[in-house]
């Protein structure tokens, strides 16, 4: 891996590729806006895994104050699978209590979101989520939702959601275990004699959800896979992920692997006893959570299963296909480990490190600061364990990288930092160049940093990279 070896490049051709930098991360800035017509233009043809994982209890573990095991999923997802793949988070939350959700957890940034109980389908992310029509016309079909409150208002039992649980087509409720099951055969006969034609998921031991009949999580994941299949593009694999009773349906889709992750609640581990006990693509993890993902990733060989979080000896991590996502991932592993003291303080470690950059390399800090790389580096080496004890993770999203030159590549990612409770982001960009005759190696030659929008630091001439 670079971090631990010399690699070079010439100084003419290095000022050459710094010169045009800017105009091509411009470019490719720019290329990077999801594109609204299609579901899955980041990718030119079928995607190698479309992971679908529900988030509450399966992808984020609220029980995990430091949320360990979704910081190995991030950096297992960004270092391998990134640029050929789909992540599709599935959950109950509608676009309103979706939001904190992000902000509060490490969470990745999804090619697809499904919300409020398989009722939204959502392409892209931030503020330019689109929203897809042909879902919300399709679940038109016998639904009025002033009919489904007014039933339910005949129901003393059942205590409202949150206003922001409230959909168009999702009617959210409380109520009791015991008294849930005939609610719901009631209610279901009421709504049917007034011409509704409903769906009612009781899920978690107390969430009741009324949706359009042909609403749902696994609904929803078939109209996208259709909608792939007349594209051409379906997906080679699909791995589903799940907890609760509202997760069954997606493990009922004949196409696709699934896991139940440790953590499962009662209903749905009721559902795989009585409908799919025998079915060997369906798989009980041993993990919770996002490590029970991982666990699946292996169990089905769908791919590289271990995170590059895994390992403390980054000289032990070897992988077939080198590349600058992983160079990326490692960089950023390594940075925070050292400044949470937790790899060797040594003089000649530090050194290969900073040899990896090129002598010219400029940073551009977020601040609009142009500084020779090696500075920064310096700057670096006086911070290790500044974070020792402390609340300190860092970790990339939305990497992506464009090789535009026989060994030359363009990186564009997200690089988080959570510093105790303050989260910081920079969009950012890395010219790299890699050398056949030095295996597994990249040198940075340029990086520029602008601040998310939105971010706003405590002392933001403290940030180091």
């Not at 939305?398 to 910081?424: A, M, P, Y």
């Amino acid at each position: 891996m670079v971090l631990y070896g010399l690699c070079s490049i010439s100084t003419n051709k290095a000022m050459n590729l710094l010169s045009n930098c800017v105009k091509i991360q411009n470019s490719v800035s720019q290329g990077a806006q999801p594109n609204q017509t299609h579901m899955n233009s980041r990718l030119n043809g079928s995607a190698r895994l479309m992971l679908v994982s529900d988030l509450d209890y399966t992808m984020v573990d609220h029980d995990e104050p430091e949320n360990l095991s979704l910081l190995r999923f991030n950096a297992l997802w960004e270092a391998n699978y990134r640029h050929d793949s789909l992540l599709v988070f599935s959950t109950g939350r509608s676009p309103i209590t979706y939001k904190p959700l992000r902000n509060e957890k490490p969470l990745l940034t999804p090619d697809i979101t499904i919300m409020s109980v398989g009722t939204e389908i959502m392409y892209g992310y931030g503020e330019a989520m689109v929203p897809d029509d042909g879902w919300k016309q399709h679940l038109n079909h016998k639904w009025d939702r002033d009919i489904v409150v007014e039933e339910t208002n005949k129901f003393p039992q059942l205590t409202p959601q949150e206003e922001g649980e409230q959909r168009p087509h999702k009617v959210s409720f409380y109520v009791e275990k015991v008294v849930a099951s005939e609610i719901m055969n009631v209610l279901s006969q009421r709504l049917e004699k007034r011409g509704l034609d409903v769906k009612i998921i009781y899920s978690s031991g107390i969430a009741l959800d009324i949706l359009p009949k042909g609403a749902g999580k696994g609904q929803a994941l078939a109209y996208l896979l259709k909608k792939f299949k007349l594209e051409g593009k379906l997906p080679y694999n699909i791995l589903v992920c799940g907890d609760s009773g509202n997760d069954a349906e997606l493990f009922s889709l004949p196409e696709v692997y699934g896991v139940m992750v440790s953590n499962a609640k009662e209903e749905l581990l009721q559902w795989y006893a009585e409908n799919a006990h025998r079915n060997s693509n369906i798989l009980h993890a041993t993990e919770r959570c996002a490590a029970g993902i991982i666990q699946a990733i292996g169990n089905f060989h769908l791919g590289p299963n271990v995170s590059p979080r895994d390992f403390k000896d980054f000289q032990k991590c070897k992988v077939k296909n080198f590349s600058p996502a992983h160079e990326v991932v490692k960089f950023y592993l390594f940075y925070e480990r050292w400044r949470r003291a937790e790899v060797e303080k040594s003089e000649q470690y530090f050194q290969n490190l900073k040899s990896v950059f090129h002598p010219l390399a400029i940073f551009v800090h977020p601040l609009g600061v142009e500084l020779p790389i090696h500075q920064c580096m310096d700057a670096m080496a006086k911070s290790y364990g500044d974070k020792q004890g402390k609340q300190f993770w860092t970790w990339v999203d939305r990497l992506s990288s464009v090789q535009i030159g026989s060994d030359t590549w363009l990186v564009k990612f997200d690089k988080w930092e959570l510093n105790d409770d303050e989260r910081q982001c920079s969009l950012t960009t890395v010219l790299m160049s890699s050398k056949s005759e030095v295996p597994d190696a990249y040198t940075w030659l340029h990086m520029h940093q602008t601040w998310f929008d939105g971010v706003e630091l405590k002392e933001p001439e403290r940030w180091v990279f």
